[in-house]
Structures are given as C-alpha cells and as structure tokens.
C-alpha cells in the first residue's frame, strides 16, 4: 500500500482528491483489506492517510438520489451491499455506509455503522445503537440499545474510538472523543465517557484516576464527584470503576450478570 499512500498524502497536500487511489482506499475498506486503526504489539496504531482519503472522498463525491426497494435516499455515499455472502445480518431499517467493514457473524439491529468503522466477527449493534465514523469495535462486543459511539475523522491522526473484544457497553451508554475501552470491560447504562471525562478507580483504599481509557475487564458506571466554583458547589459527571470481571465466570453470561452482582442496571 506504499504507493497508495503516498498518493493519498500528497492529494490531501494539493487539497485536490486523487479519485482513483480514493476510491481504492474505499474499496479496500468496504472489504476489510485495510483499517483506520488496528492493534500493532499490545498498542493501537491510527493511519491518517486512510483518513484523508475519506475526507478527500467526501470533497470530491456528488450528491445523489439512491434506492433500496422503497427506501429513498439523498446523499454522496452508497449503502454496504453483499451482505449475505458476508455472513452479516442486518435488520431493517438498520443501516451500514459503503467503507465500512463488519466481519462475518456481526448482527445489526435498526441502528447505524458509519464509513470508515470495523465491527468484528460476532458482535451486535443493538437497536439504535450508532457507530461512528471510524470507530473500532472488537470482536463478540454487545453495544446495547441507543448506545452511541462517536466518529473521530478530524485530525486525521486523532485516534477514533475503540471497543477491545468482548467488551459491553450499557443501555443509552455514550463514548466518544477516541476513548478506549479496554478488552472484556463492562460498562454500565448511560455513562458518557469522553476524553476528559474522570474514570475513577475506587476499588482500593485511595482513588486512581485514568482519563480517555478504561482497563481492560473493569466494571464502569456513572457517578458524579464534587467540584467548587466562584458560584459554588456543583456535581460534575465522572464515571466509576467499582469492581472487576470475575475469572471464574463464564464470559459471555457475565456481561449482564456481572452487572447485576453489584445491584447495578444493565
């Protein structure tokens, strides 16, 4: 892909798309060929130039009416096809942009998969669920009903959001600004986790604090601490690591039940 590439960067220089070697990147994309995001050695490495080709590829495609049967729509980016030889389901009117890659077994419920994110093989994009634009949701991960995963296109070096495998994100749960949630961690509904949201770890005798990443296997969910202004005392949202996942249960029953252990909504 060198020389693709180097076409990309050198387009977004000039400010002019190279509508050849963007609608390669985007082909290469809808197939799953290449990534905006991917884990290299335990960390995760964003590709910016495949960014920009995204970017570019807005810039140069035209507005146009499309079809799905009865189904009409506006605009400059086709929906996904091929589905069944894909092996992915999606239930109407559930729906998944051209540029996105969802690997086989993925199921997609009414919601929504932007182009540019990966969904890996097993997972559910429950009802009203929303993918953003480059997101990056592991393998066997239940984002839940009206969960929202933010887009990050702009930078393009800025890390989009990422959900690590087997992870479960809560009921109307919201994580955006390139928070990652680390491997088999559960996140309890409606917590917002943005870049600068505190995630405090209270399980010891004093607080830790992460910011923009969640541990992989800890049990998050809202919480609000204190904070003094001129005007007074307010309650700022936070979010709460109050436990960890148990080994000894079975992973794919402990994503609810994890939650309820501690008396907490799913």
Request: proline share 6%; glycine share 12%; charged share 20%.
């Amino acid at each position: 892909m060198t020389e693709l590439k180097s076409r990309i960067e050198a387009a977004w220089i000039r400010g002019e798309p190279d509508h050849e070697a963007v609608e390669q990147v985007l082909a290469s994309l809808d197939r799953g060929e290449l990534r905006v995001a991917e884990p290299v050695d335990g960390d995760w490495v964003v590709h910016a130039w495949i960014k920009q080709a995204i970017l570019l590829y807005f810039r140069g495609a035209a507005m146009k009416t499309g079809h799905y049967g009865d189904y009409e729509y506006f605009d400059k980016i086709p929906l996904k096809t091929g589905l069944e030889a894909q092996g992915v389901r999606v239930v109407p009117p559930g729906t998944v942009r051209y540029g996105a890659f969802l690997e086989r077994g993925c199921v997609v419920m009414p919601g929504y998969v932007n182009i540019g994110a990966w969904v890996g093989a097993g997972s559910m994009v429950d009802t009203w669920a929303t993918v953003g634009s480059c997101a990056q949701i592991g393998r066997g991960v239940h984002l839940s009903g009206g969960v929202g995963i933010g887009g990050v296109l702009e930078p393009p070096a800025a890390q989009p959001v990422i959900i690590e495998d087997g992870a479960f994100i809560g009921s109307r749960s919201i994580v955006v600004e390139g928070v990652r949630v680390g491997r088999e961690a559960v996140i309890g509904a409606g917590t917002t986790l943005t870049a600068s949201t505190p995630i405090l770890d209270v399980t010891g005798p004093d607080e830790v604090v992460h910011r923009g990443i969640v541990p992989p296997r800890a049990v998050v969910v809202p919480g609000v601490r204190t904070k003094r202004f001129p005007a007074g005392e307010y309650q700022l949202p936070c979010a709460l690591i109050i436990g960890r996942r148990s080994e000894s249960t079975d992973r794919k029953t402990s994503l609810n039940e994890v939650l309820r252990s501690f008396a907490l909504a799913v």
